[in-house]
């Protein structure tokens, strides 16, 4: 059985940091490409970054120098480092973990509240 399990989220004022991490379970982690996508209230899931299995990463323009996606294959997890975070960061925050066309999944979300 497959499981995502991400941890992290929370409450941080406007320029401040957080990191997300996924644990993952169930699948062959290294060969996955794993990503994180955000969901604001109304809005549809969109793509934060995604990191390959040979490490090639990808990040949405409105994250760009501000966010870092990293794997660690020995502990099967994927992070998400969030530094200068915005209002509109807010968000619930799920990881994706692909293969092919085939293999698709995720977890549960985590909620990010960036306020002041």
């Known amino acids: 059985q497959v499981q995502l399990v991400e941890s992290g989220g929370g409450l941080v004022q406007p320029g401040g940091s957080l990191r997300l991490s996924c644990s993952a379970s169930?699948?062959?982690?290294?060969?996955?490409?794993m990503g994180w996508y955000r969901q604001a209230p109304g809005k549809q899931r969109d793509l934060v970054a995604t990191?390959?299995?040979?490490?090639?990463?990808n990040y949405a323009d409105s994250v760009k120098g501000r966010f870092t996606i990293s794997r660690d294959n020995a502990k099967n997890t994927v992070y998400l480092q969030m530094n200068s975070l915005k209002l509109e960061d807010t968000a619930v925050y799920y990881c994706n973990a692909r293969f092919g066309v085939s293999s698709n999944h995720w977890g549960q979300g985590t909620q990010v509240t960036v306020s002041s």
């Open positions: 990191i390959t299995s040979s490490g090639n990463t």
């Open positions: 169930g699948i062959p982690f290294r060969v996955y490409t």
